[in-house]
């Protein structure tokens, strides 16, 4: 399935679970205020999100001249692409991201320790990748999945509280018949199942910008070369970085095997590579 129907079907899951869920509580007004609340912060880091993690790595701006500018220069052209800043973070740890609200508003950074293992075909894969992010406006796709997650974990840790004080439902609630049980369960469910399709959403877009990038750069192998070292050094020197932007490098700087996976925010690297490649995932 390719992945752009892949993400649009897996948003209606999404928003699907929302309304299935917002209908269950009823007239809980959780779900109201959840969702207002889950677009004011969502949004506002959507809206200032280059300022933000560009802040919180220390990122310095480099201009021509500059290995990596130069770089993203002559890709931007390529992609037909506004030409975005471009930083550098001082960290060993190899990775790299792209952020910003829209291609004209758009920024690439890449860690001090991804400049120092990287050959130039290497380093050029990965910027293609972080240049097909900002193509596909994958900072709003993440940032809608986000806020419809967001407001459904909200509501249901209200009802849960609601639930242990008693303050749940009322005399004209709608749900008086409601099985406790099933209720209570739904309440623990949903916002699992909405992390784990916000997750799934975010590995769909990783897989887009492999093969983008790969167009981008004329050929998968760089990137797929890039993919093997990064993971083999960054086990060794992994990178401090918040978890709530882990899900914007280019390799999520924290393991997601087995089980785990399930929750993380990018899929397995042998899976990328032999996407890239043209293997089957």
Not at 13 to 37: D, K, R, T
């Amino acid at each position: 399935m390719p992945n752009g129907l892949k993400t649009a079907l897996l948003l209606g899951a999404l928003s699907g679970l929302l309304l299935v869920f917002g209908q269950l509580l009823g007239g809980a007004n959780g779900m109201l205020i959840g969702f207002v609340f889950a677009v004011v912060m969502n949004f506002g880091s959507y809206w200032f999100s280059d300022k933000i993690v560009l802040r919180m790595y220390r990122a310095q701006e480099v201009g021509a001249g500059h290995r990596l500018y130069g770089m993203v220069e002559r890709l931007s052209r390529q992609a037909q692409l506004p030409m975005p800043k471009v930083y550098v973070i001082p960290d060993p740890s190899p990775n790299a991201f792209a952020t910003g609200r829209n291609p004209s508003h758009a920024a690439v950074a890449a860690t001090d320790g991804i400049l120092q293992i990287l050959t130039d075909h290497e380093l050029e894969g990965v910027l293609a990748h972080e240049l097909t992010h900002v193509k596909n406006r994958d900072i709003l796709i993440s940032s809608v999945a986000a806020t419809i997650a967001a407001a459904i974990m909200f509501a249901a840790n209200s009802a849960r509280w609601a639930m242990m004080f008693g303050g749940y439902g009322g005399r004209d609630d709608r749900r008086e018949g409601a099985n406790p049980i099933v209720l209570l369960a739904t309440l623990i469910l949903a916002p699992i199942a909405a992390m784990l399709i916000q997750m799934a959403i975010s590995r769909s877009r990783e897989f887009s910008a492999d093969a983008g990038g790969a167009q981008i750069a004329g050929n998968p192998y760089g990137l797929a070369d890039a993919l093997r070292k990064i993971e083999a050094v960054s086990k060794r020197v992994p990178l401090d970085a918040n978890p709530a932007t882990a899900h914007m490098f280019i390799m999520k700087p924290f393991s997601g095997a087995g089980f785990a996976g399930l929750f993380s925010s990018h899929p397995p690297t042998e899976d990328r590579i032999r996407a890239l490649l043209g293997g089957i995932r």
